[in-house]
């Protein structure tokens, strides 16, 4: 019987799967990974929270003065997001509805005089009220990476003292972008809610980041203290 020789198998570069430990690393031997022990352990680094939010009953209430979005219920879309963010984290034990803190500032604020944050936090029984005002809300494109775009700035007031708790002056500025977006959305009316709903979403997410550790993200964060 004539013998069939194995056809050539196409080269295939293989890693020996051995762990090392190498100076509180872990190296996969035959491989060029090297990996820390505290990421193994830990996860990748998380970025630390801005502040510490006392563990207090919060509200958080969204200011549009400027008129950068196009309807009230995405200041409900940046509190309710950021509250979840809070509350998933056990970062506070309760949080207001901001349906009903939009409700209060609609019913309070007049055009001769804006309502002051310590009568809609009391007004609402909050502890404690983060202050989110929108500074920037744009879809067409950001200033570095093209997508649509949000700019916020908070600041903590202490409800029950009236003393502002962070930052000690003006107020912390974040960022939000949106990437992979398809352009056609921005063309109809139905896509430029969705593309809304998200980037507001996303604002309140990244604003809630601020009082806890988190992953760190590559686009977006703080910008910091603005005046």
């Known amino acids: 019987m004539n013998s ?18 190498v100076g509180g690393a872990v190296a996969l031997q035959g491989c060029n990974f090297l990996i820390p022990l505290t990421y193994l352990a830990e996860g990748p680094p998380k970025a630390p929270a801005a502040f510490e939010l006392p ?14 979005m196009a309807r009230v219920a995405l200041r409900v879309e940046i509190g309710e997001s950021a509250a979840t963010g809070l ?3 056990s970062v ?11 409700a209060m500032v609609r019913r309070l604020d007049t055009a001769s005089k804006p309502v002051s944050i310590q009568r809609v936090g009391e007004s609402l029984g909050a502890e404690q009220v983060v202050f989110i005002e ?17 700019v916020a700035l908070v600041k903590v007031i202490d409800i029950t003292t009236g003393e502002r708790l962070w ?17 056609s959305l921005i063309t109809t009316s139905a896509g430029r809610r969705e593309i809304e709903d998200k980037l507001a979403a996303q604002l309140g997410d990244d ?9 760190r993200r590559e686009l977006g964060g703080r910008l910091g203290v603005k005046k």
């Open 4 to 21: 069939v020789a194995n056809p050539p198998q196409p080269f295939v570069r293989r890693c020996r799967i051995a762990l090392v430990v």
């Open 55 to 68: 563990s207090k009953r919060t509200a958080f209430v969204v200011d549009d003065r400027k008129n950068r």
């Open 87 to 89: 509350l998933e984290n």
């Open 92 to 102: 506070v034990p309760e949080v207001i509805s901001t349906r009903d803190s939009v």
């Open 134 to 150: 929108v500074d920037e809300f744009n879809l067409s494109g950001g200033r570095a990476e093209g997508g649509p775009e949000a």
């Open 167 to 183: 930052p000690s002056a003006g107020s912390e500025a974040v960022q939000s972008s949106l990437q992979d977006i398809d352009p």
């Open 207 to 215: 604003i809630a980041k601020l009082f806890y550790a988190h992953p």
